[in-house]
């Protein structure tokens, strides 16, 4: 037998970080997957073929973590590989960067893959457990918004509990988004755990942060329920700037969320675990969208232009 299957990668629209504390959060899946390829090798255990595209030292800076998640959700499914081995050959077009659900998206597609090479039927939910699961080797105690994204696509509001809350948020028309790279592979399990650090060291300082935080995801619902573009931008320069204050952001994302909204972006931010990797600028309509991605581009910033809130589907 042999096995495919893609995860998208993801942008969080709002409350990266606050999520891990059980806070709201809003999340689409973007436009660019992960494929993932199994097939059978004459010899036992696992082999491994990234030939994703990514940012330099991404892939070098997290082979340890890759080989654990693989691991990990090799044993969670209960394959045996001590007679017949595989290869897993990694592809897509989603180029692997920080903040950009890279880790996710090949979770879900591997998962996705090693169900259909050992004909293991699996629902979505858990492809998605599986995909949870790989997903600690490269952040300890992930949140789960990233492979939840990854595995179900669309624009999804978000809550970490026992069982995880996931709603989708059904927009008329997806919107058009920019993302901008720094080029920084930024480590999230090392951001996640400075916020928790500085967290527990002022208490009072960062729950009004994080209460702030809980009301801006119930405005943002309202919001794109509405499609009020507008306020939906406000809502995100003021969730970079509690992102700010919980010490995540950098120079170069700071430099590039300032851009974006100088070039009229309604709003822009940081996305993912931050301390480097990328940025999200909301840009209604192709002409604000390219305007925008060009002067990041100008600086010498790699973009990805693509839409939240489609339902997504292959080669969406
Ligand atoms: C990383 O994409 C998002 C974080 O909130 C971590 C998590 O939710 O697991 C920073």
Redesign the pocket.
Known sequence: MSGEGIGFG?A?VF??????YKIP?IVSAIGKYTLAKVEPINRSGWKLNDNRKATPRYKEDKIDQQKDSINRMIQKMDIDLSKNGMEITLEGNLYCAS?I?AS?ASCVAIARALSQHFQITLTDEEINDIAYEG?KGY?G??????NTASTFGGLIWFE?SENNVMDKIELQNPVEIVMGNTGKVAD?TK??AG?RERKEKYPEKYKEIFDRAENIAYLAKDAFQGEDYKEIGKLMNENHKLLQQIE?SSRELDFMVKLARDHGALGAKL????LGGNMIALTPGKDLQDKVANAIEKEGFQTVKTVVGASRKVND
């Open positions: 993801k969080i409350n990266e970080h606050f999520v891990v959060a903040g659900g996710a997903e952040h105690t992930p949140s789960g918004i990233d970490k999230t951001a996640v916020v995540v996305t993912g675990g931050g």
